[in-house]
């Protein structure tokens, strides 16, 4: 019986540790990174890139941390080792969509919607 149980308190303890490791100091690192270039990239201004920064890092960390414990937890408790890189970069490019789309968001409509009208108003316009 120790041979059974030995692997088994060991394994949840190496997941629960790679989860919040992850989760904590790779996350932090990873949306300020992530958000800081793209909005660099798209206003070419470091204050601007700042103050969005500021502003959206909470709801994403917390959002992070929602989905990345998902995905670690899968990863590390299910997954075979050589699927793991396969998994977690699809799951990356899922969280780099939402990265985008964060970055992007001002809590306003957006400009796009803005510049062409709804069907109802073009109805109106025609009538």
Not at 35 to 47: A, R
């Amino acid at each position: 019986m120790p041979a059974i149980v030995a692997p088994l308190k060991k394994k949840p303890i190496r997941v629960l540790t790679s989860v919040v490791l992850d989760n904590t100091v790779y996350a932090g690192y990873s949306i300020v990174t992530g958000v800081f270039l793209l909005e660099l990239f798209k206003s070419g201004s470091v204050q601007t890139s700042k103050e969005n920064v500021q502003k959206k890092f909470l709801p994403m960390f917390f959002n992070s941390a929602k989905f990345w414990t998902a995905v670690s937890f899968i990863n590390h408790t299910f997954l075979p080792i050589h699927y793991r890189v396969v998994f977690g970069n699809c799951c990356g490019v899922i969280w780099q969509i939402y990265l985008s789309y964060m970055v992007n968001v001002d809590g306003k409509r957006n400009e796009q919607l803005n510049k062409f009208p709804l069907a109802e108003e073009r109805a109106a316009n025609n009538s």
